[in-house]
């Protein structure tokens, strides 16, 4: 099953905030308002060409998600995972570009499983990045099906059309736990880890999170996909772990940094990592198959 609610939702609401930008920006084209409010008039500019951008890009995530949805359902545990951070250079060429490229890739069994909108960033040690337009959980039958996608002649056609209107980075490899769940999707507030461990130890990440379980349970942060990475591409480096977290609603982050018992399980964290890469956002597209 498709969900693709939060796409229309998003979009209306985004319309919806643009046509009343539009209609505040009209006062000032009455005589005299351009000359008295002229920084408002400048301010409000800026917020609809920002609402405009917004428009344009989940434009895009519904193009290349209706171009991606999977209409098979292979083993699950036999499927080869990806997290792409993507950022767009030509809206346009992107979305012909996804428009090609989703009958090519559906018969290597590729389809997007999420699709976030970034909203926040967060990193430590020396792994760092430009806040990606969106991110992307792709996934294919298997590896060698992405490997052979790599090499489709009709795809190497295209392919052009991809380093012409993105940059793009990220990482590959199957997927060792998590839980798929499709209620209240539009509420959530995702988080996307990548976690590098400290001297390439997994056990005082593995201690982290087996004593942080209860806690992390207690303020409903659920655990959706936990991917070991197998390779990279673009500009980052290899990370340990790959985890796709997400709070039912925004405010359980609030609540969750406000409990006496966080500042103990973030140094366990702490400990445990060297360097970090955490992505915040909200669901665009959610594939259930």
């Not at 969900?3 to 939702?9: D, G, R």
């Not at 593995?206 to 207690?218: E, G, H, I, L, Q």
């Not at 942060?221 to 985890?243: C, K, W």
Request: proline content about 3%; charged content about 25%.
């Amino acid at each position: 099953m498709v969900v693709k609610i939060f796409l229309l939702n998003q979009l209306n609401s985004i319309i919806l905030l643009l046509s009343i930008r539009i209609l505040y920006l009209g006062k000032y084209f009455q005589k005299g308002s351009c000359v008295n409010h002229r920084f408002a008039f400048k301010k409000t500019m800026k917020a609809c060409f920002k609402d405009l951008m917004a428009f344009v890009l989940m434009i895009l995530i519904v193009t290349v998600s209706s171009a991606t949805s999977s209409e098979g359902n292979p083993a699950k545990d036999k499927r080869y995972y990806q997290v792409v951070f993507i950022w767009v250079k030509d809206p346009v060429k992107f979305q012909e570009y996804g428009e090609k490229m989703g009958p090519i890739v559906s018969k290597y069994g590729g389809a997007g499983e999420r699709i976030l909108s970034p909203i926040n960033s967060i990193y430590a040690g020396n792994s760092k990045i430009e806040q990606p337009h969106m991110v992307n959980i792709v996934y294919y039958d298997s590896k060698e099906a992405y490997e052979q996608f790599e090499q489709d002649p009709d795809f190497l056609k295209i392919k052009h059309l991809r380093s012409e209107s993105i940059e793009m980075a990220g990482i590959g490899g199957y997927a060792i736990g998590g839980e798929l769940s499709s209620g209240g999707v539009a509420e959530r507030l995702y988080m996307l880890e990548m976690a590098y461990f400290k001297d390439g130890k997994a056990k005082p990440y593995d201690t982290y999170r087996k004593k942080s379980k209860d806690f992390y349970d207690k303020h409903r942060l659920f655990t959706e996909r936990i991917l070991e990475p197998d390779n990279v591409f673009g500009n980052i480096q290899m990370p340990d772990r790959v985890s796709i977290l997400y709070h039912d609603t925004e405010s359980r982050k609030d609540q969750l940094q406000e409990d006496p018992r966080h500042k103990e399980i973030e140094g366990l964290y702490v400990e445990a990592i060297s360097d970090l890469i955490w992505i915040e956002g909200k669901a665009a597209f959610i594939n259930m198959d």
